[in-house]
């Protein structure tokens, strides 16, 4: 019994450390954007790309994994992931110097990168729901807010990297933060991984197309999704360029603290979420985010909108897993294929927005604020969802009483 949940334990750590290589991927490059700009010569339209085709790629991956992750297998996916992770960072190192054109570097080692982060998101979670755990909704919180921590360790470590080594020493620091997919690649061929059950697989797939609700809660998901991604891909930039302060104070006072917000988040919705009503609660942060977004946009003074900006992880924190949990409960028999889709649609929603506020951005002579403030409307049509979602519970209950 001892050593069988010691096992699990190692399942666990590797689940752990796979959402950090997530973190990795989506969290590193947003950091180089403007070094980017300076080294490469590429537009903000064409940094608006990276984004954009990270997500885009793992909404494809997101896509086959509906169909193919149960046959292929969890443990060589998983695998497959952390492998092509680390491929992908080492090639954004090496690629860019080697072809004419150093921006099809990036995105081909983006698109690597993001096939493996898109693995990560649409398995880990299932992998963990399989374990003998007690209290899953607890265990995937936290499983949740590793993502989180991740993205801390990748902006402290590398702020603190590029004072002390210089930023154009950033290759270094990219095969540095690869090494921990490859160490990963071994915690996950030894773990033991547990399979969904059967009662759960089946033909869940067609049944979640035709529920209506299943389509309410795809939105959910998307705006999800697109209220934490327009904040967490342009928050480097924002602070730099748009408050004008410095790239080590922009990247721990933006970004970082958007991090350790959104950790703090989740971790407290571990502990509570038994005395917590979880839409009522994800109807609070929906609107705190709206707040956030406006105050990052429109404040007048610098250290207001970085307020705004860190604020913001508070109040996003708790949808992704949030919707999750809601989707979870609505649709028990959605097993592998309701994960899949839930992950589609937070990649869907993570595609959209970055590349909006870019573009947005652009046309207003490159002011991010612009582009920020029409992102708010995300957080607003997740508060129109959640009150949808609550209307039809609440509904039902007056019918049955």
């Known amino acids: 019994m001892n050593s069988q949940e010691k096992n699990y334990n190692k399942t666990l750590i590797a689940c752990y450390l796979g959402f950090v290589t997530q973190a990795i991927t989506a969290n590193f490059a947003p950091l180089l954007f403007l070094t980017f700009k300076g080294v490469y010569k590429v537009s903000l339209e064409q940094i608006a790309l990276i984004p954009f085709t990270f997500y885009l790629t793992q909404l494809f991956v997101d896509l086959a994994a509906t169909k193919y992750a149960d046959k292929i297998g969890y443990r060589a996916c998983v695998t497959v992931s952390q492998v092509i992770s680390a491929l992908g960072l080492v090639l954004m190192v090496v690629l860019p110097d080697m072809l004419g054109t150093p921006f099809v570097g990036i995105i081909i080692a983006v698109v690597l990168y993001a096939i493996g982060s898109g693995l990560i998101e649409v398995l880990v979670s299932p992998v963990v729901e399989a374990c003998p755990f007690k209290n899953k909704d607890g265990m995937m919180s936290l499983l949740h807010s590793f993502y989180c921590w991740g993205a801390v360790a990748v902006i402290l470590g590398s702020t603190i990297f590029f004072a002390v080594f210089g930023v154009e020493n950033w290759k270094l620091l990219t095969l540095i933060w690869a090494a921990i997919p490859l160490y990963n690649t071994f915690n996950f061929l030894t773990c033991p991984i547990e399979r969904l059950p059967e009662s759960a697989e089946g033909n869940s797939t067609r049944k979640l197309l035709r529920l209506p609700l299943f389509w309410l809660l795809i939105l959910l998901m998307i ?39 959104m950790g703090v988040s989740r971790l407290l919705y571990g502990k509570m979420s038994a005395s917590l009503n979880l839409v009522n609660t994800m109807l609070m942060s929906g609107v705190l985010c709206a707040v956030c977004y406006f105050v990052a946009s429109l404040a007048a003074l610098p250290l207001v909108g970085l307020a705004g900006c860190a604020l913001c992880g508070l109040a996003v924190g708790i949808m992704w897993p949030g919707s999750i949990s809601i989707s979870a409960q609505k649709c028990p028999f959605g097993g592998t294929a309701l994960f899949a889709f839930l992950a589609l649609a937070g990649d869907l929603g993570a595609t959209l927005s970055p590349t909006m506020v870019g573009y947005v951005s652009e046309l207003a002579n490159g002011n991010l604020k612009t582009g920020l403030l029409v992102a708010s409307a995300f957080p607003i049509l997740l508060v129109i969802c959640l009150l949808i979602i609550k209307s039809v519970k609440q509904s039902r209950a007056t019918e049955n009483g």
């Open 223 to 261: 705006c999800s999704g697109a209220s934490e991604a327009s904040m967490a891909q342009w928050a480097s930039a924002f602070t730099e360029s748009a408050l004008g302060v410095s790239k080590a104070v922009g990247d721990l006072a933006g970004p970082c603290l958007f991090a350790a917000f």
